[in-house]
């Protein structure tokens, strides 16, 4: 049983309790919030795995709660809402979330969602240090720990969220190689690719703009009408 602890938040008792009763049937802890503060508070007295984000909330929406959180912690994020125009995904993802799912959904589905994010986000971190000398790859004053699930520009840390740190040591793995978006989507998320899906492209910019900022550089080319790389 995964004794991971998840913190979902949503205003609608009803969609919560339904999402908690799936998620401890799957053997996860489970804490529930009605609105941004309730989850910004809960959030501060426990350690969450992962936080289930609804947008439209009273006192707080997900989009702010979603905002704090990124300040400092790089928690995997699951927006959940019935916002389900092209733009607002954007907005939500470029706020900081890792994935995103459209309400009405299938539970089971948003289980799937729960148990991908959380093998892609804990995947390296959960792995102790082998000494392998693969374990990290430095592209000038980037370093990228694949055994700490860590970053550090010119010895500073870099914070990503576990999306971000992915798509980073995908491309960096392999100095040169261009990646079409669907092979970037297939890696990380390991979901079916759909040719709308604007998903890559949106963490893409906040990673650029990550490095960027730290940099001076952002690192990821684009190579139009074909995909993304990084040079060695």
Known sequence: MDRRRILIVDDDRQIAELIEIYLRNEGFETAKAQDGEEALALYAEADYHLV??????PRMDGLEVCRRLRRDQAVPILMASAKTEDMDKIMGLMTGADDYIAKPFNPLELVARVKSLLRRSYQYSAAPASGNEDASIVIGALK????????????RPLHLTS????????????PGRVF????????????????????VMVHISKLRDKLEQELGDKLIMTV????????G
Do not use: C, P, R
């Open 52 to 57: 289930i984000l609804d947008i439209m909330m």
């Open 144 to 155: 990228i720990d694949k055994a700490t699930h860590s970053v550090t520009a010119e010895g």
């Open 163 to 174: 999306t971000e740190f992915a798509i980073l040591h995908l491309l960096a793995s392999q």
């Open 180 to 199: 079409s978006a669907e092979d970037i989507f297939h890696q990380v998320w390991k979901e079916k690719y759909f040719e709308s899906n604007n998903t």
């Open 224 to 231: 139009w009408g074909v995909g993304y790389k990084i040079e």
